[in-house]
């Protein structure tokens, strides 16, 4: 008796486990997302609400060919906002899903690029620490804050790969008899 309630409980459970599987989602919202030159666009974000309290109840994105899919568990009236990068935000009519109309099947929706004028433009750019070229290495002092008040010695001391000896000897990449040149003259710097 005990293996005939085994058996019957396990095949209830197995049943169970089946038609829930095979259960499919009843309602669904369909379309397709395309811009003015009918490329579809992809990766855009498909926010399904509520009409009547505006309720966010799912989040999809789209697929490489612009299309996507909102699975629903219930009838209802629904929107749909879309945003992607580049576009402006589409806001649905409202969508009526209906015992008589569950898969509602959107129009290709043709998303609107959004274009945006600048006031100005300022342009800024800054001389790095240290320029290497074939022949030279050039160090822009002002390009530290920390170069302000120093002397050319103690700037030299800063560079990476230049060494000042206790008398004053200075080595590059441990090349002594190394040329110093400010604003493109030679000049002899003598060690404090």
Not at 17 to 32: A, E, L
Not at 166 to 175: P, T
Request: charged share 20%; net charge positive.
């Amino acid at each position: 008796m005990k293996k005939l309630q085994q058996v019957l409980l396990t095949g209830f459970f197995l049943g169970l486990v089946s038609f829930s599987f095979g259960q499919q989602i009843p309602y669904s919202i369909r379309g397709k997302l395309m811009n003015k030159t009918q490329q579809p666009i992809e990766a855009a974000t498909v926010n399904l609400f509520r009409s009547n309290d505006s309720v966010a109840i799912k989040t999809v994105i789209s697929a490489t060919d612009g299309g996507f899919v909102i699975d629903l568990h219930q009838k209802g009236d629904y929107r749909i906002t879309v945003t992607a990068s580049g576009f402006k935000k589409y806001q649905s009519a409202e969508i009526a899903i209906t015992e008589n109309q569950a898969v509602h099947t959107l129009n290709s929706i043709v998303m609107e690029a959004e274009t945006k004028q600048l006031d100005e433009v300022t342009v800024t750019s800054k001389k790095p620490f240290i320029e290497q070229r074939i022949d030279k290495m050039i160090v822009n002092v002002d390009a530290q804050i920390s170069n302000a008040g120093s002397t050319a010695m103690e700037v030299l001391e800063k560079s990476p790969g230049v060494t000042v000896d206790k008398d004053g000897v200075i080595a590059l990449k441990g090349k002594q008899q190394v040329l110093v040149y400010i604003d493109g003259r030679p000049t002899y710097i003598v060690p404090n």
